[in-house]
């Protein structure tokens, strides 16, 4: 990396730091958390059960609340539903990331890159998420996320953590949601894709309603 480019990524890097040390001194309150097992266990033709995270892994994490769902349909594969909320975060409790957690799990990207979702309705709506295809060993699953908070949707990482910085600073809060949706690839990719997708389009009105405090 050339040295000019490398000094401007310690000083970006130094400011994001800076921005966020301050916003978490100011001492934003926590809001009340979304009530996530409000979200429907049947939409369309899917039905779903809860399941929960282990105790040491919800550790790790800590979240203020999760919702681990896994849907399916009659004649198709699995789809796993992960929601975390953070109420305030802070420089040591910030979002943990699929980018860093799934390698942690044995899975290695094999295609990363955006997925632009739209929402029909009238008027649409869309956002992008991360798009990722990792396997471990002879799995392979098709992984979508995004993070969700204070009115926004956002898929880069960089950009979400500028953005909470800001929103903290300018009194919107530090709330944030991580949502994952993710599943094992059955014919191909692309048709396990299209199936996430189909979900995501049917789960996203109540999703939008449990920005937090709502």
């Excluded at 399941?51 to 009659?74: F, G, I, S, T």
């Excluded at 942690?104 to 309705?121: L, T």
């Excluded at 060993?137 to 953590?161: H, N, P, T």
Aim: hydrophobic share 40%; charged share 20%; glycine share 8%.
């Amino acid at each position: 990396m050339h040295k000019a480019s490398r000094l401007a990524l310690v000083l970006f890097t130094f400011c994001v730091g800076f921005s966020l040390h301050r916003a978490i001194a100011q001492g934003d309150a926590q809001k009340p958390a979304p009530k996530l097992q409000q979200l429907p266990l049947v939409v369309g033709s899917w039905q779903s059960r809860d399941e929960e995270l282990p105790q040491d892994v919800l550790l790790a994490l800590r979240v203020d609340d999760y919702l681990y769902r896994r849907y399916q349909q009659k004649a198709g594969g699995p789809v796993t539903l992960y929601v975390a909320y953070y109420g305030r975060q802070r420089l040591d409790e910030r979002i943990h990331s699929p980018r860093g957690c799934l390698p942690a799990g044995g899975w290695f990207p094999v295609s990363a890159g955006y997925q632009e979702i739209v929402i029909p309705g009238t008027p649409s709506h869309h956002f992008t998420a991360n798009h990722y295809l990792v396997e471990k060993g002879l799995d392979r699953q098709v992984v979508l996320y995004w993070f969700q908070g204070r009115g926004r949707i956002v898929a880069d990482e960089i950009k979400a953590s500028l953005l909470l910085a800001f929103d903290t600073l300018s009194g919107r809060g530090s709330d944030e949601m991580l949502v994952r949706v993710n599943a094992p690839v059955r014919e191909s990719p692309g048709h396990t894709l299209a199936d996430e997708l189909r979900l995501v389009q049917l789960l996203y009105p109540r999703l939008a309603g449990f920005e937090a405090g709502s």
